[in-house]
T-cell receptor, first 113, second 109 residues
Framework: EAQVTQNPRYLITVTGKKLTVTCSQN?????MSWYRQDPGLGLRQIYY???????DKGDVPEGYKVSRKEKRNFPLILESPSPNQTSLYFC????????????FGPGTRLTVL | GNSVTQMEGPVTLSEEAFLTINCTYT??????LFWYVQYPGEGLQLLLK?????DKGSNKGFEATYRKETTSFHLEKGSVQVSDSAVYFC????????FGTGTSLTVIP
């Protein structure tokens, strides 16, 4: 089944404790992206990647890191999480030939205390 | 810069009513435009798209037309069903994606 998977789905952590949210897709997509969803703000793009070893900042990259060492994986790293990073995070992937439709993962609910 | 503005919600309609959710955009160049839908507890799914001016995207009875002259991409459906209850997001893309704030729709029997 074609899908984007994220882990964990739910995470409660404390300020300053490094964490990684994994994202994997099995559709051989070149384009991958991370978003955060906050009430009243919609989805905002954090980082995106057009291909392996190519990453670019979105609208809200501060406090996040990403890497794209393999085509299928695009982990999101929070080196020192803060409470303002409490949010719902979505990973997505798409075919960069049109970079049109994106396929979204199920989301990761992160709470930073 | 690029941005998307969509109608504030929530919207509550009776079954079989007509739906319009307004979306306008600001963009440089010629972006593609999308409507995504999010059902409770799930990620977003593509509902429809249009890649150039005057294109009409359609799916599951929903339609939207890419209007360059008014920089709009309004979502419409002639007769909504309870199963259409969800949050709808307008979006535009180049290499980077921009989403609106979402419009929550509830359809009551």
């Amino acid at each position: 089944e074609a899908q984007v998977t994220q882990n964990p789905r739910y995470l409660i952590t404390v300020t300053g404790k490094k964490l990684t949210v994994t994202c994997s897709q099995n559709m051989n997509h070149e384009y991958m992206s991370w978003y955060r969803q906050d009430p009243g703000l919609g989805l905002r793009q954090i980082y995106y990647s057009m291909n392996v070893e190519v990453t670019d900042k979105g609208d809200v990259p501060e406090g996040y890191k990403v890497s794209r060492k393999e085509k299928r994986n695009f982990p999101l790293i929070l080196e020192s999480p803060s409470p303002n990073q409490t949010s719902l995070y979505f990973c997505a992937s798409g075919d960069s030939h049109s970079y049109n439709e994106q396929f979204f993962g199920p989301g990761t609910r992160l709470t930073v205390l | 810069g690029n941005s998307v503005t969509q109608m504030e919600g929530p919207v509550t309609l009776s079954e079989e009513a007509f739906l319009t959710i307004n979306c306008t955009y600001t963009a440089t160049g010629y972006p593609s435009l999308f409507w995504y839908v999010q059902y409770p507890g799930e990620g977003l799914q593509l509902l429809l798209k249009a890649t150039k001016a005057d294109d009409k995207g359609s799916n599951k009875g929903f339609e939207a037309t890419y209007r360059k002259e008014t920089t709009s991409f309004h979502l419409e459906k002639g007769s909504v069903q309870v199963s259409d209850s969800a949050v709808y997001f307008c979006a535009l893309s180049g290499a980077q994606f921009y989403f609106g704030t979402g419009t929550s729709l509830t359809v009551i029997p």
